[in-house]
């Protein structure tokens, strides 16, 4: 097969897919609305039931909703019968999921579905399916046309179940006033949460090289070669007064001075870039990019405190 036959196809695809989203949007209504209401004033949790490709779609909707606010866990269909069922409490909201809202498992499960939780809901492509009929409330998620050329692999349908789930989770995010740090709680191990709630402490070198102003040149190599970062700061009183960089040594010695008579403050890059102990770690980065420089003076109420590196905030993650 050609490659342009290939790009086509996936363009069909995405073509065909595309136009069973437009339609869904078009048809959102107020059972929306009230499937949005039910989960958001329920005193339990949201229990997500499916099966087949339906269960994937679940586990990823209940993995949206548990990161942004919404507890929620799912019950796989086949295990439900099998004793799973004692994981769902009168105060909990059941969304059921299936495409044609009659499959055996389904079916066998919804009396109980509907009698063990405060409300079901019923997200199906067929309104007259019996998952329709028992559900308090319905998502209508039919669609004219699968992506699949057999007509046999769930593609559009699922499609628009996931997003379906996507615009749930983003609506009870709103309701719960859900923001940046509340995210960064259900995300401490990524780099989502570090980029979040990550400090400029938390990364600070342990080393903190620095001379005085009539330092020798000699102090300011040993001083730069003491630690890995090719840069000292220059103080006074702990007070920051400039920086020198292992590039203001070479410029020195290009210019061909005497370097006995050389002192600190004779090389030194006066006003440096700095930034407090307590900031974000993503704000040290923005000025690390936008200055073009690889390390920053760190302060603790304007005094000299320490060094944070690029490499460093890059090795984990910081953007």
């Known amino acids: 097969m050609e490659k342009n036959n290939i790009i086509s196809i996936a363009k069909n695809t995405l073509e065909i897919e595309i136009a069973e989203l437009e339609k869904l949007k078009n048809r959102l209504d107020d059972d929306f609305v009230k499937a949005v209401e039910a989960i958001h004033s329920a005193k339990g949790k949201l229990i997500v039931v499916g099966i087949g490709k339906s269960a994937h779609v679940g586990n990823k909707i209940v993995a949206t909703l548990n990161s942004t606010g919404t507890p929620s866990q799912f019950l796989h269909a086949s295990e439900a ?36 939780s405060s409300s079901l809901i019923g997200m199906t492509g067929n309104k007259s399916s019996r998952l329709a009929e028992y559900s308090d409330i319905i998502l209508d998620t039919h669609v004219d046309k699968e992506a699949c050329p057999n007509k046999l692999a769930p593609t559009s349908s699922t499609t628009l179940q996931m997003a379906l789930g996507d615009a749930l989770a983003i609506s009870l995010m709103e309701l719960n006033d859900f923001k940046a740090n509340d995210f960064a709680k259900f995300h401490p191990g990524g780099s989502l949460g570090k980029n979040l709630i990550s400090k400029v402490d938390d990364f600070l070198s342990s080393q903190k090289p620095q001379v005085t102003e009539n330092d020798t040149v000699k102090d300011v190599i040993i001083s730069i070669s003491s630690s890995r970062h090719g840069i000292t700061v220059v103080t006074e009183n702990n007070n920051i007064i400039g920086v020198i960089t292992d590039g203001d040594l070479r410029r020195m010695l290009l210019k061909g001075d005497d370097i006995a008579q050389v002192l600190a403050k004779d090389i030194m890059s006066a006003n440096p870039k700095t930034i407090e102990r307590t900031a974000l770690a993503k704000e040290a980065m923005k000025i690390l990019k936008d200055n073009n420089i690889g390390q920053l003076i760190v302060t603790e109420e304007g005094k000299y405190y320490g060094i944070i590196d690029l490499h460093k905030l890059l090795d984990e993650g910081i953007n």
Do not use: A, F, M, R
């Open 81 to 116: 019968i099998h004793g799973d069922l004692g994981v769902i409490q009168k105060q909990d909201v059941v969304l059921c999921i299936s495409l044609s809202g009659n499959s055996p498992e389904i079916v066998n499960l919804l009396p109980y579905l509907k009698d063990y």
